[in-house]
Structure formats: structure tokens, C-alpha cells
């Protein structure tokens, strides 16, 4: 009888170490990691993205045509149209990934 009831315990000292290895697992997994950043400004137009979304921005910028490039992780990258802009677009195109965004970037074509 002693043994069974050394067992039930160590069943439930597992059960207890397991459940608390969850729980931890649980809180670190909800917290997002925040990755953000900002391109610098050229021609008055610049690229931000957040976690999982990329936007382009211009302000009073020269006329010319700008495509917004969102590099999404673990899936494919966006690549948005050529938009001719000239004044102030912000902004003129988004894009949300599905996981992640590692960078992104505004095109500019001169001719």
C-alpha cells in the first residue's frame, strides 16, 4: 500500500511540474515580440512596419513612381504596385503579413 500511494504521489508532483512548465510556456508564448522599424526618407516617401504589417508613406514629395516591399517571414514577400505620387499619400499602400514582417522598403523609379 505504501508503494501505490509513492506512486499516486509522484504521479501528481509530474502532473504539477508539467502543468507549471505549461503555464510558463503559456505566458511567454502570449507576449509578442514587437519588432518595428523606419526606413530613412528619400524623396519625401519612407517604408514603416510594425509586427505584421508594412506601409509606405510620402509627403511633399516630387512626382514620381513608388512600390511599397514588405519581406514577410515564412511566406512569400508583397510587392505592391507602381503608384505615381506627387504631394502627400500617407499612405499609399499597407500590407499585412501572416507571421511577421522582416523589413520593407519604398521603390522609387526616376524615369
Partial sequence: MKHGGYVIKRK????LIVG??????????????????????????YAQWWDTAGAGYC??????AKQLRVLCNNQG???GG???IEGTAAPFDRHECRYSV???????STG
Fill in 82 to 84: 507602381w503608384v505615381v
Fill in 12 to 15: 501528481m508532483g509530474v502532473r
Fill in 59 to 64: 509627403y511633399s514629395s516630387s512626382r514620381s
Fill in 20 to 45: 507549471s512548465l505549461f503555464a510558463a510556456m503559456t505566458v511567454v508564448g502570449v507576449s509578442p515580440a514587437f519588432a518595428a522599424g523606419k526606413t530613412g526618407t528619400f524623396n519625401g516617401c
Fill in 77 to 79: 514577400d508583397y510587392t
Fill in 102 to 108: 522582416q523589413s520593407a522598403y519604398v521603390n522609387q
